[in-house]
Each structure stands twice: as structure tokens, then as C-alpha cells.
């Protein structure tokens, strides 16, 4: 029988590997006046209008994985630095559409391609971003965050045998 530790889980892993980068990104960003919540939320919205997209908030937090009061928090900041417009969506009076600004825009190229170099050197160990052994990792990272998560038992403080 083993006593000793049986070495890192994949959560952990994860859960380091994603601290790694963020760190690494919001390094790589805060010369552009960003951090790396902003970096999603301007690199996810330059994507979406170039795909003719305005999306709300809450459209912007499903596509992030961000919390909505999250993303409504970044866009605000965003907006009062210049780099977002939010207008109400004429379709839905409680929603806020966003849109990069001119200069949004601007920063947001330059911090798409920062960011792609930098993703340049954290894939080298895989062979880089193009590498079957990192599409493999990105299909299985994929996987994983497409899985429903398991329903949460709640704790049942009947004991056993009893009827409440």
C-alpha cells in the first residue's frame, strides 16, 4: 500500500496552469493599460463584431465564461478608459450592447498580437500553437468544459433509517 502522495490531480493542474497564464497574460497586457479579464472581454468583442455581431452583456458572458456582473463591471471600466461604447439594445430596453471604440480597436490588435506571442512560447513545449499535441490538449480541454457538471447532492441531515 502506497502512503505517499499520489502526485497533483488534473484539477489542480488545471486550476495552476490557468493562474500561470493568466499571469503571464496580464504581464504581457498591463503595458496596453489591460489586464486579462479586460484582454477576454475586448479580444472575445473584437471577434464577435468582426463576425457582425453587437452583443449584450450577457451575450459577451456566455461566450467568456465570465460572470454577467463581471462583465458588466469590465465593460464599465473599459467604457470610462475610451476603449468601449455601451448603448441600450433597442430590442431589449435591460440590455446593454457593446462595442469596441476606435481606439478599443486599436489597443485590441495590438493586444491580440502580444498575446499571440506569448502563446507562441507557452505552447514551445508541445511543439507550438499548431502541434497535433496541442490540438490534441485543446480537443481535450474542450472535452472537459463542454461535460455538464454532475448535480450537486445536498447534505442530508436526516440520519439514516429516519423519516422527517
Known amino acids: 500500500m502506497n502512503n505517499g502522495?499520489?502526485?497533483?490531480?488534473?484539477?489542480?493542474?488545471v486550476w495552476r496552469l490557468a493562474n500561470k497564464w493568466r499571469v503571464a497574460v496580464d504581464r504581457a497586457v498591463a503595458p496596453l493599460g489591460l489586464t486579462h479579464a479586460q484582454y477576454s472581454l475586448v479580444a472575445s468583442l473584437h471577434g464577435m463584431q468582426r463576425a457582425g455581431e453587437r452583443p449584450s452583456q450577457r451575450r459577451l458572458a456566455e461566450h467568456t465564461g465570465l460572470e454577467a456582473l463581471y462583465v458588466s463591471k469590465l465593460a464599465r471600466a473599459l467604457e470610462s478608459a475610451g476603449l468601449v461604447e455601451?448603448?441600450?439594445?433597442?430590442?431589449?430596453?435591460?440590455?446593454?450592447?457593446?462595442?469596441?471604440?476606435?481606439?478599443?480597436?486599436d489597443?485590441?490588435?495590438?493586444?491580440?498580437?502580444v498575446v499571440q506571442e506569448l502563446h507562441q512560447r507557452l505552447l514551445e513545449p508541445l511543439g507550438g500553437p499548431d502541434a497535433p499535441r496541442t490540438r490534441t490538449l485543446t480537443d481535450e480541454l474542450t472535452n472537459l468544459l463542454e461535460a455538464p457538471l454532475a448535480p450537486s447532492v445536498p447534505n442530508d441531515p436526516t440520519p439514516q433509517g429516519t423519516t422527517p
Open 5 to 13: 502522495s499520489p502526485g497533483p490531480t488534473p484539477g489542480f493542474l
Open 86 to 105: 455601451r448603448a441600450r439594445d433597442p430590442r431589449d430596453p435591460r440590455a446593454m450592447q457593446l462595442a469596441l471604440t476606435e481606439k478599443g480597436q
Open 107 to 113: 489597443v485590441t490588435r495590438q493586444a491580440i498580437a
